[in-house]
């Protein structure tokens, strides 16, 4: 699926983009939520806010992977994260939800409730089951999943884009290998189904960490804030990386 025939505009860059599925599918969740839960608060990635009265918040990212989706990839989700206290900030995380409709495979989890996936299998039977948990070899053994915006690099980046720029290069260059895929919601999946070793990206919005890091933190996983680098993966890896990358 891509989207061929939608209205599709572009916010901060070429990259950073809204297309029409993106609304109406936050629409979508909003309304069903405003149903099911009225009483809690609502944040998401495409404008739609309201206060809670519960002390819950629901953090949705309609279409995570806007570029990939409207260039034909699949690898983009819907995801979404359950909060208590103010979303940019919480005072815990109790749930996300990842979906990716290529393959209809689906991740839930948090911190208290641990991660599960649910895929067809050749059968066409869904089937669910647990993870095992994050990957903890050393970063060399391992794949790790990141993103830094192009233009910290290069003639017109200056003295903070340049020092962003170091930070990531030495963080990457820990891995055996790494990839800039385009989703942290299914990139953070990856992490806690150990298929990815670790996720690191700078300036990252709520709807990008929360849903996903729900995942990682359900699989043992652990997550940090270092330097404005958000950082998911084992506690080894995620210290490691906090070192490097929220250093002075």
Known sequence: MRADGLDTEYKTSVSDVVTAADRAAEELVVSALAR?????GILGEEGSAKASASGRT???DPVDGTYNFTAGSDYWCSAVALVEGPAEDPDRLLLGAVHRAAG???????????????RPGADGVRRTRALPGVAAAAPERMCAATYLHGTHFGPGAGAADAALARRWTTATGRFATWRVLGSASLDLAGVAEGRLGAWFQHSVAPWDWLPGFALVA???GAGDLAGGWRIAGAPAT???LG????AD
């Open 218 to 220: 359900g699989a043992g």
């Open 238 to 240: 995620v210290r490691t």
């Open 58 to 60: 629901w953090v949705v």
């Open 104 to 118: 209809d495979a689906g991740w839930v989890g948090g911190p208290g409730a641990p991660t599960v996936t649910s």
């Open 243 to 246: 070192g490097i990358l929220g």
């Open 36 to 40: 099911l839960r009225p009483a809690d």
